[in-house]
Nanobody
Framework: QVQLVESGGGLVQAGGSLRLSCAASGRAFSSYDMGWFRQAPGKEREFVAA????????YYADSVKGRFAISRDNTKNTVYLQMNSLKPEDTAVYYCAAQSSRSYLSIAGNYNYWGQGTQVTVSS
């Protein structure tokens, strides 16, 4: 069982930066692959970024590639999402998720555990 709590969301102007954090409690955090997803009003939840349990691989949606960076610190049971050059279309609730099944990381249904989400609003 893993509990996830996101933080770091807020209101930022276009072109600005935010760093989201996702703190995990429970056992064996380091064995979980971790992902970030987002959901804008009226839209489906979409994949943003993911990192494998060993930190050996990271994956990004095309829409955020080159602007966002995912990382994790297994000693702190925390995964991060550094978001730079933010755009109004990045506005959404951002969710952290964990999976142990070693399945496709871009598919929300493959994740076992989810946080409550943190709101990111980018003004133009």
């Amino acid at each position: 069982q893993v509990q996830l709590v996101e933080s770091g969301g807020g209101l930022v102007q276009a072109g600005g930066s935010l760093r989201l954090s996702c703190a995990a409690s429970g056992r064996a955090f380091s064995s979980y692959d971790m992902g970030w997803f987002r959901q804008a009003p009226g839209k489906e939840r979409e994949f943003v970024a993911a990192i494998t349990w060993s930190r050996s691989s990271t994956y990004y949606a095309d829409s955020v590639k080159g602007r966002f960076a995912i990382s994790r610190d297994n000693t702190k049971n925390t995964v991060y999402l550094q978001m730079n050059s933010l755009k109004p279309e990045d506005t959404a609730v951002y969710y952290c998720a964990a999976q142990s099944s070693r399945s496709y990381l871009s598919i929300a249904g493959n994740y076992n555990y989810w946080g409550q989400g943190t709101q990111v609003t980018v003004s133009s």
